[in-house]
């Protein structure tokens, strides 16, 4: 393993990872901190106004000084929208990574260490999941939902329905990286001697395998919480994710679109970018994770 001090000294040589780390960090508090620092709570009905509608950004003729990048149809500040949007895009995309993880770590690790028909069994299940599109199982998942409910009941469950669906069609990933790091550790001699002192496998495959494979787990993870963030935006668009009174940036995107063409560009355009840059960032760091914590890639760090 590398050392903090080896780790560190590779982040602030990185010109890329620093420029990634600094992104992630501004949107990141940016989205914990907004319902504090936000110029308007988009979800509150009371500080909207329709007569605030469809206004430019603040620097352009016709702008208010209240919003700085404009409003919605709504009468909502942009600024403020994404602000929230952002939280709940990275609130589903965390979500669903940690559903991914607990899967996927779960019956990869099992699978690994057990070997046999297990094995074959878990991993013929991993790819058939992995034959099916993630877009396709929920948008039929989601579909169905939104046809069995009413707005409302959709509406408080939407951001549990997307971090689950998102989640448990993404866990073959997780689960063949951990069975393959698993493969390559349980016939190492400190699982022989933990074997041998009497340890039930329980004890052997989550207190001495799995520390020793999650390295590529954090890389993964990583990747996958853009890519989740990703999925949710594509639902949102399609009108399958979150619904407008609770946006995500994906949402945000789509309550614009239709105006892009009329004049009002900004009310998608800046969600945009910033759902562009919060993806790209995070697979920015990802990549840079997969290098620094590659022992093949590192030459003399720790």
Not at 2 to 31: E, H, N, Q, T
Not at 93 to 98: E, L, R, S, T
Not at 261 to 278: N, Q, R
Request: glycine share 10%; net charge neutral.
């Amino acid at each position: 393993m590398i050392s903090w001090r080896g780790f560190l000294k590779r982040f602030f040589s990185d010109p890329v990872a620093i420029g990634s780390g600094i992104v992630l960090l501004i949107l990141v508090l940016m989205a914990v901190f907004a319902p504090l620092i936000a110029p308007q709570n988009p979800y509150d009905l009371m500080q909207l106004d329709i007569m605030d509608s469809d206004l430019p950004p603040s620097w352009r003729d016709g702008g208010d000084p209240r919003f700085w990048l404009g409003t919605d149809t709504q009468g909502r500040g942009v600024f403020s929208t994404i602000m929230h949007g952002t939280g709940i895009s990275l609130l589903i995309g965390i979500g669903a990574v940690i559903v991914q993880g607990i899967l996927g770590v779960t019956l990869g690790l099992w699978a690994g260490y057990k070997g046999g028909w297990v094995d074959s069994f878990l991993m013929r299940l991993a790819d058939i999941q992995m034959s099916l599109s993630t877009l396709m199982i929920a948008i039929i998942a989601l579909a169905l939902f939104q046809a069995a409910f009413d707005a409302n009941i959709y509406s408080d469950y939407a951001i549990f329905m997307l971090i689950l669906i998102i989640g448990i069609a993404e866990w073959p990933k997780f689960a063949r990286t951990v069975r393959s790091s698993v493969l390559g550790e349980k016939n190492k001699e400190y699982v022989d001697a933990a074997r041998v002192i009497g340890l039930p496998a329980r004890k052997v495959m989550w207190g001495h395998i799995l520390p020793n494979t999650l390295t590529p787990v954090l890389v993964i993870s990583t990747i996958q919480v853009a890519e989740a963030i990703m999925t949710e935006a594509a639902l949102s668009f399609l009108g399958l994710g979150m619904p407008t009174d609770k946006p995500s940036l994906g949402s945000l995107i789509r309550s614009g679109f239709e105006f892009i063409f009329s004049g009002s560009w900004w009310i998608t355009l800046y969600p945009a970018i910033v759902l562009v840059a919060l993806v790209l960032a995070l697979n920015l760091l990802g990549d840079w994770l997969r290098d620094v914590l590659n022992p093949k890639l590192r030459r003399g760090d720790d």
